[in-house]
């Protein structure tokens, strides 16, 4: 099966790869010059490095990587913490995995060193996708034209490929945007812990973690604007802008911000579930179907997954696309769709805008935390447990 990938980021390098261990012939049209992502962290949660396992990669991550000690709540002000998940030898034993900060760079890097040198080809800026009688056809800016049995769009939020096969418009701005920054500190330093800390404030949130093996912090911190933000890492923000937003919230957090060079402004999009993502020879992965806010620190770890489900599918059903489709759908598709709108629900309770209110949120996180210190906070025990290499389907229980 030849199979075009439009899109050479996480989601499509990772795809990419898994396909090329299957072997498929892939080709990728990246429309930058080279492979890049921007200058900041990603957390890789358990559920990502179980798939990054099946794909025989994990361990070429564990070598950039920081390991957290644990995922915590605080109250923006006092720094008091509402809920905290251990990320400890139980923690990695129980989910099969560890919790793992990586930069987004090495992230990239690993699935890139992986694929031939020659698989992708840069500046094909894609224009659009159709069906041809024996399989796909995408169209790209230089003019030229590309056929093959499968197209997979993986070419992220504003994936052209899913509006020239399910049309545009359902891109939704969700009144959030975020500052993003990467602070050196050379080290562990006093003033950050070594934890994913969620500071949780009146209509704000603040994220920090150690990237680099500890030499910087990687700091997301989020605001509600009643404006739309463009979604780009070339908008740069004003520091003092940043510092006025979070003024009066904790020492420690002014004292990070304090150490910021620069810092880049993010607006955040999101799209409800789609129904369905392939259409013909044409489907979608990562971004391009399922944006998500970045709350529950999926969104890179949903196109993995898909990446490698997408391939085992296919791996399965080589002869059968449309059976390999509806199983790669079948598996993916409830459970990103669950994922979007649970990030969502994070935007609220992350939000409150008393203290009153985040006083029974807090009340509620620690009732979970007795019942089961897994369910706490930013409750994401469903999301960790999911293990893509357990991933089968037969023929007869295709829909
Ligand atoms: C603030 C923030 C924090 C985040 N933190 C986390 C986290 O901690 N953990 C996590 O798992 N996720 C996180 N995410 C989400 C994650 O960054 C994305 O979900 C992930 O990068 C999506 O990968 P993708 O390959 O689908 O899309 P992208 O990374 O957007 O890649 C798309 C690629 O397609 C190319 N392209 C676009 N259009 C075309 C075209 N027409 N033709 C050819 N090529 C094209 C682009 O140049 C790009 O290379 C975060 C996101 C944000 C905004």
Known sequence: MKIAIIGGGIGGTATAHALLQKGFDVTIFEKAAAFGEVGAGVQITPNAVKALSGLGLADNLFESAFYPRAVTGRHWKTGSQNFRIDLGTEFREHYDAPFIHVHRADLLDVFVSALPSDVCRFNMACTGVEQTAHGARATFEDGSHFDADLVIGADGVRSVVRDSIFGSGNLRWTGHQCYRALIPTGGVVDYVAPESAFWMGPKAHVVTYYVKGGDAVNVVAVTEAAEWVDESWSTRASVDSMLSDFEGWHPDLQKLFSGVGEVFNWG??????????????????????????PFLSQGAAMAIEDAYILAEALGQFPDDLAAALTAYEGERLPRTARVQLEARERGRSYHLPTEKEMAIRDAEYARRAKEDPRTT???????????????????????
């Open 268 to 293: 955040l999009f999101d799209h409800d579930p789609m129904e369905t993502w392939s259409k013909g020879a044409v489907t979608l992965l990562g971004d391009a179907c399922h944006p998500m806010l």
């Open 377 to 399: 906070g930013i409750n994401t025990d469903w999301v960790y447990d999911y293990d893509p290499r357990n991933f089968t389907v037969r023929a007869g229980e295709l829909a």
